[in-house]
């Protein structure tokens, strides 16, 4: 049977582009893609990098703080959110285009269209294209997920925010409420608080950052407290009503105030709505998820999905890890698995939280363990009078002596647990970390000088 192109990608996210690039300029494949928004996906239009580049600049205001604190005499103004906001999409732009760029190089064709699965082999665009392919991807990502009984508020435009609209915003509200203890209500909640607004967070749960090493989210929790933002855990809204362009939330906790704009970084959910996987064959999972087996394959042997659609680790690297292994796979004849083994992630509040590998709690679970932990006073932030303590720790198995995970809450923790990862992923012992001399002086120096182990378990 002959077929119009090799590869159809539905996605153009770090993922499918990866995956499409790779197919087509490695594995000699006839590739389209086709996007219906903006080329570069979630991480590149709508997360990651906008995020980052606002982390970047909430990241000035401590800067100046910090730097009056050495000496320098500064005037300090105020914060430009409409001047910031055009130089942020303009490098946006800019990274459109490179994405774009890079697939037209690779010889991928590209249909700014919005595209469903007619069958197993075929794609329907909504330009009326139709387009028969041997392989389909679905690289489709995920959506913010905003509860079901807020969105009628949305809908009539009060400003009822999610992750997707912080970037577009008009101008900064004086104060906003953030319901949610993930990732982005983390970062979001730090950024904001460093850009001057007034920042409430409430998260349903016990503590934030459900997940990550217990000790880690307390002291993280601490740091977030101290830096103005008022933290609720054990709190979820009640009620939110709208007046005079702002908002009134009524919260568990028997707090009732005004914000000027509540943001639900409530989780996210797979894009798969209205795709045809179903009418394809392809039976979703609870929330809406791609279920794949570990060649990233669904049960329709023609259709394949990476990324955040299936719900497995939602985080670019991964999602490209997978696009490249499928590529690799399918069209380059070398069978290659992803690895979603000892995957390094880092939250992007201040200070950051870099972690790898299996958390205190998880690892007691497994085998006998003991615990390196220490809290110190950085010194570029002692002598600027701050109060932050950065945190390190090492879980080590008593058994093998490999480190089995790592945390780190310090300022451009992101950074140095990327070199963890790399230890860890080599299978490092305690021993091994030992007998590394310190850089000195530096924070990261304390994850190879913890010399007595603070508790066993
Ligand atoms: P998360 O799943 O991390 O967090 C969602 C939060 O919303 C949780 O605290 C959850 O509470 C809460 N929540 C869910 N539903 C409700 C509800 N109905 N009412 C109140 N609270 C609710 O999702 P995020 O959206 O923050 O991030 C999604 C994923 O994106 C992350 O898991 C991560 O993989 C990725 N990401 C990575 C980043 C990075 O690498 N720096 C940055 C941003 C995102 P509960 O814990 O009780 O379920």
């Known amino acids: 049977m002959s077929f119009d192109v090799d590869l159809f990608v539905i996605g153009g996210g770090s993922g499918g582009v990866r995956a499409a690039r790779i197919a087509a300029a490695e594995g000699g494949a006839r590739v389209a893609l086709a996007e219906e928004s903006r080329m570069g996906g979630t991480c590149v239009i709508r997360g990651c990098v906008p995020k980052k580049l606002m982390v970047f600049a909430s990241g000035f205001a401590h800067a100046m703080e910090d730097a009056a604190a050495y000496g320098w005499q500064l005037q300090v103004g105020s914060f430009d959110w409409p001047g910031f906001r055009a130089k942020l999409h303009t490098e946006l ?10 697939l037209e190089r690779a010889g991928v064709t590209i249909h ?31 959506r913010p997920f905003l509860p079901e009984m ?9 400003p009822v925010l999610v992750s997707d609209d912080i970037f577009d915003l008009p101008e900064l509200p004086d104060s906003i409420l953030v319901v949610g203890g993930g990732y982005i209500a983390c970062e979001f909640a730090c950024i904001l608080a460093g850009l001057g607004v007034k920042v409430t967070q409430i998260y349903r749960g016990a503590q934030i950052l459900r997940g990550f090493d217990e000790e880690a989210r307390g002291h993280l929790a601490e740091l977030i407290r101290d830096q103005g933002i008022e933290l609720h855990v054990g709190t979820d809204l009640i009620e939110l009503v709208a007046a005079d362009g702002a908002l009134r939330a009524k919260t568990t906790d028997g707090r009732e105030r005004p914000y000027g704009a509540v943001l639900f970084a409530t989780g996210r959910v797979p894009n798969t709505e209205g795709l045809g996987l179903v009418e394809a064959g392809v039976a979703l999972g609870r929330r809406g998820e791609v279920p794949v087996d570990e060649w990233s394959q669904t049960g329709v042997p023609s259709i394949y999905a990476i990324g955040d659609v299936t719900d497995r680790i939602a985080l670019t690297p991964v999602a490209i890890r997978e696009g490249h292994a499928f590529a690799d796979t399918v069209f380059r004849g070398v069978a290659t ?12 509040t201040r200070p950051e939280l870099g972690s790898v590998g299996l958390t205190e709690e998880a690892a007691r679970e497994q085998e006998p363990v003991e615990i390196y932990c220490t809290s110190f006073r950085a010194m570029h932030t002692a ?60 924070m990261a120096e304390e994850l190879v000088t913890m010399r007595r182990p603070v508790r066993e378990a």
């Not at 732009?93 to 890079?102: F, I, K, P, Q």
């Not at 794609?123 to 690289?139: F, R, S």
């Not at 698995?337 to 992630?345: F, I, K």
Request: glycine share 8%; hydrophobic share 45%; with cysteine.
């Open 337 to 348: 698995r992803a690895d979603h083994d000892l995957v390094a992630s880092a939250v992007f």
């Open 383 to 442: 002598f600027a009078g701050r109060h932050d303590r950065v945190m390190m720790k090492l879980v080590v198995s008593k058994a093998t002596r490999r480190v089995l995970g790592c945390h780190i809450i310090a300022d451009q923790a992101g950074e140095m647990i990327q070199l963890a990862g790399i230890a860890l992923k080599m299978g490092a012992t305690k021993e091994d970390f030992d007998r590394t001399v310190a850089v000195h002086p530096t």
């Open 93 to 102: 732009d800019r990274l459109e285009g490179v994405y774009r760029a890079n």
């Open 112 to 142: 700014d269209a919005r595209a469903t699965i007619a069958d197993p082999h075929t794609v329907q665009l909504d330009d009326g294209t139709t387009v028969t392919a041997k392989h389909i991807l679905v690289a489709t990502g995920g």
């Open 150 to 158: 807020w969105r009628p508020l949305r809908e009539a435009g009060a």
